[in-house]
């Protein structure tokens, strides 16, 4: 499965967010020291999850973020996909005319892969930031 350190610290971070947002903004910083992710690749992280209209910013001493929208809307496949993740298990090129590997039929496993892509992107398309919260407080 292909997902990159980007996808699991957005929605770690998102999630670290909607746990501490309660009392107002929450700086990026503060998310960097609780979930130990460098405060540099938070600010790259966090652009596009704003230019995607998935969390919200303030300026000033007590400024930071906010989740755009309540946690019960978002979903984690509207976190990956935010920061350009794509959760693939195929390496096939699904569409091409070529087939699997440039050859000119699918490979043996094709089918398999893909069911399995369509599991995994479900799931994620399923579970919500909320449940992900709620989860952890568990």
Not at 42 to 52: A, G, R, S, T, W
Request: aromatic content about 6%.
């Amino acid at each position: 499965m292909k997902l990159t350190t980007k996808g699991r610290y957005a929605v770690m971070a998102m999630a670290d967010l909607a746990s501490n947002a309660i009392s107002g903004p929450v700086s990026l910083k503060e998310i960097s020291l609780r979930q130990n992710i460098s405060l540099a690749y938070l600010e790259q992280i966090f652009i596009k999850l704003k230019n995607k209209k998935l969390v919200t910013s303030s300026r000033g001493a007590s400024g930071g973020y906010l989740l755009e929208r309540p946690a019960s809307e978002i979903k984690l496949s509207n976190i990956i996909f935010a920061v350009d993740e794509e959760v693939k298990v195929l390496n096939c090129k699904k569409n091409s005319k070529r087939g699997c590997h440039n050859k000119s039929t699918k490979c043996i496993t094709h089918n398999l892969w893909d069911e399995l892509d369509k599991h995994i992107n479900g799931f994620f398309e399923k579970v919500k930031l909320q449940d992900l919260v709620k989860s952890n407080l568990n």
